[in-house]
T-cell receptor
Framework: QQPVQSPQAVILREGEDAVINCSSSKALYSVHWYRQKHGEAPVFLMILLKGGEQKGHEKISASFNEKKQQSSLYLTASQLSYSGTYFCGSTFRGSTLGRLYFGRGTQLTVWP | DAGVTQSPTHLIKTRGQQVTLRCSPKSGHDTVSWYQQALGQGPQFIFQYYEEEERQRGNFPDRFSGHQFPNYSSELNVNALLLGDSALYLC??????????????FGPGTRLTVL
C-alpha cells in the first residue's frame, strides 16, 4: 500500500522548476505532502482530499488526479530553502482512519 | 502555540535493553500516532492512541507498546532492543474529528541508536 514516489532525487539551480509525483496501485482518498530537512521533523505542506483538487502554498502547489491515482507536487522558481526530502503520505478508501502510508521520499537539492 | 514535542532528542542503547520515548501533542490535539523512520526511508506507522487506547496498529511486533495519558501525551516503549530498531521515532498529533481532512503535525523526533 506504500505509494511510489518519483523521481528519487532532483538537483536544481535556483529559479528552476521541479515536479514530484506520487502514485498508488490502490484508490487514493487523500494525499498529504511533507518536506523534511536533514535531522528535522517532517513539515506539513498541504493536503489534497478529492480528485482534481489543486492547492497552492507560496510557489509550491499540488494536484490530485483521482483517475490516475496520482498526485503531483509542483515547485516553481525554486529557492535554496526548498532543499530537503519531500514525502507524500496517503490514505486509501476503505482503510482505517488516520493512518498515513508514506512513500520513500524524493530528495531535492537546490544550488545557487 | 506549542507544537509537538518529543524527548529525549537522542538515545543510545545496547541490544536487549528497553527504552521509553515521550511525546506531547500540539495544543488542542487529542490523538497521537507513532512512526518509525529508518535512514533513507519514509515514516512507517507503528500505532495510534486516542482516548488512552490503542486505536490501530501497524506491522510491528509486540515488543513495541505504548500508552496515552489523560493529558493526551504519549509514550512509546520498545523492549528487547534489536540493532534493526535503530531509527528516528516520530510522533504526530491530530484531532480525531475528521482524520481524512485533518493534518498530522510531527514532532522533531527521537534518534535511537542500538549498539
Amino acid at each position: 500500500q506504500q505509494p511510489v514516489q518519483s523521481p528519487q532525487a532532483v538537483i536544481l539551480r535556483e529559479g528552476e522548476d521541479a515536479v514530484i509525483n506520487c502514485s498508488s496501485s490502490k484508490a487514493l482518498y487523500s494525499v498529504h505532502w511533507y518536506r523534511q530537512k536533514h535531522g528535522e521533523a517532517p513539515v506539513f505542506l498541504m493536503i489534497l482530499l478529492k480528485g482534481g483538487e489543486q492547492k497552492g502554498h507560496e510557489k509550491i502547489s499540488a494536484s490530485f488526479n483521482e483517475k490516475k491515482q496520482q498526485s503531483s507536487l509542483y515547485l516553481t522558481a525554486s529557492q535554496l530553502s526548498y532543499s530537503g526530502t519531500y514525502f507524500c503520505g496517503s490514505t486509501f478508501r476503505g482503510s482505517t482512519l488516520g493512518r498515513l502510508y508514506f512513500g520513500r521520499g524524493t530528495q531535492l537539492t537546490v544550488w545557487p | 502555540d506549542a507544537g509537538v514535542t518529543q524527548s529525549p532528542t537522542h538515545l543510545i542503547k545496547t541490544r536487549g535493553q528497553q527504552v521509553t520515548l515521550r511525546c506531547s501533542p500540539k495544543s488542542g490535539h487529542d490523538t497521537v500516532s507513532w512512526y518509525q523512520q529508518a535512514l533513507g526511508q519514509g515514516p512507517q506507522f507503528i500505532f495510534q492512541y486516542y482516548e488512552e487506547e490503542e486505536r490501530q496498529r501497524g506491522n510491528f511486533p509486540d515488543r513495541f507498546s505504548g500508552h496515552q495519558f489523560p493529558n493526551y501525551s504519549s509514550e512509546l516503549n520498545v523492549n528487547a532492543l534489536l540493532l534493526g530498531d535503530s531509527a528516528l521515532y516520530l510522533c504526530a498529533s491530530t484531532n480525531v474529528g475528521a482524520f481524512y481532512t485533518d493534518t498530522q503535525y510531527f514532532g522533531p523526533g527521537t534518534r535511537l541508536t542500538v549498539l
